[in-house]
């Protein structure tokens, strides 16, 4: 017969650790170690409870295997895998990882006091101000006339940002703002136009000319 008192050795690999996905089905990767093994088994809590989620019977030792199609609701995770020999010795990856699911969109929408869309304006600066809602916000972006104009990091739970934008020549021109988050979903407001004009208008008088009488 043969003794075995050694446990199996698991590395976590794949999602990797504290990492941010922006969809639901999750491939969860690992390495085992050990030259008898019998099974491996991942747990995690993302019923809200740690428990054995699935078990996989003849893992392959010393290289990658996989559990796949484990479908996750939006929320921080805490996982792991358990491995167990022909012997009973058993053992997990020696720390836990983390998985963050973010699969919902930024919400984003101007509000005043930014000028509507098509209008015209005679000053030469004016404020674009948003309100947004995404508890993992990460950049939002102002774009002017196709191009990025200025790039701010968010801060969570703040839910407006505005951008001054001064010295503007006149002529007509368009704008919108991004915002993404940790998970790399993103979002942007509708593009809206507006014409800065500046110049008042030129009159000129042409009848009756300057300095003359008219009869009856």
């Known amino acids: 017969f043969t003794v075995d008192t050694i446990a199996p050795n698991v590395t976590l690999t794949l999602p990797t650790n504290d990492s941010w996905h922006n969809f639901s089905i999750i491939e969860f990767n690992y390495i085992p170690s050990d030259t008898a093994l019998e099974t491996c088994e991942l747990f995690g809590n993302f019923t809200g409870n ?3 989620n699935t078990r996989e019977n003849n893992p392959v030792n010393g290289v990658s295997n996989n559990v796949s199609n484990i479908n996750i609701r939006d929320g921080f995770f805490v996982w792991n895998v358990n491995c167990t020999d022909h012997a009973g010795n058993h053992n997990y990856s020696s720390n836990n990882f983390t998985i963050q699911i ?21 000053t030469v600066s004016f404020i674009v101000n948003v309100t947004s809602i995404d508890n993992n916000s990460q950049l939002i972006r102002l774009y002017w006339n196709g191009t990025l104009n200025e790039t701010r990091n968010y801060t969570n739970y703040v839910n407006y940002t505005n951008f001054t934008l001064s010295d503007i020549t006149d002529g007509e021109y368009t704008y919108y ?25 030129a009159i000129t008088l042409s009848s009756p000319a300057n300095d003359t009488w008219v009869g009856n």
């Open 50 to 52: 740690w428990q054995l």
């Open 102 to 122: 973010d699969t919902q969109l930024p919400k984003i929408s101007f509000v005043n006091p930014t000028p509507e869309n098509n209008t015209n304006l005679s």
């Open 177 to 201: 703002v991004w915002l993404n988050d940790s998970a790399n979903n993103y979002n942007s407001t509708e593009n809206r136009t507006i014409r800065v004009d500046t110049s008042p208008p």
